[in-house]
């Protein structure tokens, strides 16, 4: 295998636009960490336009991973989280090739998790949260029980995120084993929900009661970030401003939904605004709520 990184390490130090490159063995057939093959390469080239390419090529009979990508789209895959093994191969990879000690200067925001990192990672997070959580309750409602449990489930895993987020670990490293740690209650809740022997309702109506009233007691400290930005000026805000915010437009996350549930907690408030002089249609705009901050 170091023949192989010699390899790569040869053949990139010579291309100008490389900017630095890091490999991943892979130490367990069909890990889906590196998506089964024998190791990764990831490049990081500079570009004006993004890149996101991925090839499969082998050499002395190993299968490798060559993912190349420039800085922009590398940080919006650690940013909005959908990549989520991107933060396990910059903090696992060694680092062959690294102009600039750019590569390295990521790996040390990483591990140090600035608070920043943190506010954009736990809003993405609440944002899913809040998503599947109001989807298991229309589940249950309408009698899909399985569809139910499936979605809170999903919101059982975001919660946890929230919470290994708020102690300052990264959620894509490991999950569970982090959080039985962290908080057992949580856990407790997740044991509820896969082995307990009451009925299958029972336990999604469990689970909903516990995110009930995380959504109220996570609602403002994870929406941080959103607060920030709707302070930083005194006109309010359009949801395509916001959308559009460098804080934001790298994240995942459903805004329109967050936006109307900060609403309804009157944390921030709805404006609405003529467009024009003959449009009837106002569009609504955002703005922080006295006490909302």
């Given at each position: 295998?170091?023949?192989?990184?010699?390899?790569?390490?040869?053949?990139?130090?010579?291309?100008?636009?490389?900017?630095?490159?890091?490999?991943?063995?892979?130490?367990?057939?069909?890990?889906?960490?590196?998506?089964?093959?024998?190791?990764?390469?990831?490049?990081?080239?500079?570009?004006?336009?993004?890149?996101?390419?991925?090839?499969?090529?082998?050499?002395?009979?190993?299968?490798?991973?060559?993912?190349?990508?420039?800085?922009?789209?590398?940080?919006e895959w650690v940013s909005g989280g959908e990549?989520?093994?991107?933060?396990?191969?910059?903090?696992?990879?060694?680092?062959?090739?690294?102009?600039?000690?750019?590569?390295?200067?990521?790996?040390?925001?990483?591990?140090?998790?600035?608070?920043?990192?943190?506010?954009?990672?736990?809003?993405?997070?609440?944002?899913?949260?809040?998503?599947?959580?109001?989807?298991?309750?229309?589940?249950?409602?309408?009698?899909?029980?399985?569809?139910?449990?499936?979605?809170?489930?999903?919101?059982?895993?975001?919660?946890?995120?929230?919470?290994?987020?708020?102690?300052?670990?990264?959620?894509?490293?490991?999950?569970?084993?982090?959080?039985?740690?962290?908080?057992?209650?949580?856990?407790?809740?997740?044991?509820?929900?896969?082995?307990?022997?009451?009925?299958?309702?029972?336990?999604?109506?469990?689970?909903?009661?516990?995110?009930?009233?995380?959504?109220?007691?996570?609602?403002?400290?994870?929406?941080?970030?959103?607060?920030?930005?709707?302070?930083?000026?005194?006109?309010?805000?359009?949801?395509?401003?916001?959308?559009?915010?460098?804080?934001?437009?790298?994240?995942?996350?459903?805004?329109?939904?967050?936006?109307?549930?900060?609403?309804?907690?009157?944390?921030?408030?709805?404006?609405?605004?003529?467009?024009?002089?003959?449009?009837?249609?106002?569009?609504?705009?955002?703005?922080?709520?006295?006490?909302?901050?």
């Open positions: 295998m170091e023949q192989i990184k010699a390899h790569f390490a040869s053949s990139y130090r010579e291309v100008p636009d490389v900017i630095g490159l890091t490999v991943v063995d892979n130490p367990y057939s069909y890990n889906p960490l590196i998506d089964g093959l024998d190791l990764l390469v990831l490049v990081l080239m500079h570009s004006d336009e993004p890149i996101n390419s991925t090839d499969h090529v082998q050499i002395d009979g190993k299968r490798i991973l060559v993912r190349t990508i420039d800085p922009n789209s590398l940080e990549n989520r093994n991107i933060i396990e191969w910059l903090v696992r990879g060694e680092i062959l090739l690294d102009r600039d000690g750019y590569l390295s200067g990521v790996r040390e925001k990483l591990l140090t998790f600035p608070v920043s990192m943190r506010e954009q990672k736990r809003f993405t997070e609440f944002a899913g949260f809040l998503r599947t959580y109001l989807q298991a309750k229309q589940d249950l409602t309408d009698g899909n029980l399985l569809d139910a449990y499936s979605h809170v489930l999903t919101a059982l895993h975001h919660w946890a995120h929230i919470v290994l987020i708020e102690e300052g670990r990264h959620p894509e490293l490991t999950v569970w084993k982090q959080l039985k740690r962290v908080h057992p209650g949580i856990y407790k809740l997740y044991e509820e929900l896969t082995v307990s022997p009451e009925t299958l309702e029972q336990r999604v109506q469990l689970v909903l009661l516990g995110c009930e009233f995380s959504v109220m007691s996570k609602m403002k400290t994870s929406c941080a970030l959103l607060f920030h930005i709707l302070s930083s000026r005194e006109e309010p805000w359009s949801i395509a401003d916001l959308q559009l915010h460098p804080a934001i437009n790298v994240l995942h996350v459903d805004l329109s939904l967050v936006l109307q549930k900060l609403v309804q907690r009157e944390y921030i408030r709805e404006v609405a605004v003529m467009n024009g002089p003959s449009d009837s249609a106002l569009e609504l705009r955002y703005m922080i709520a006295n006490g909302g901050k």
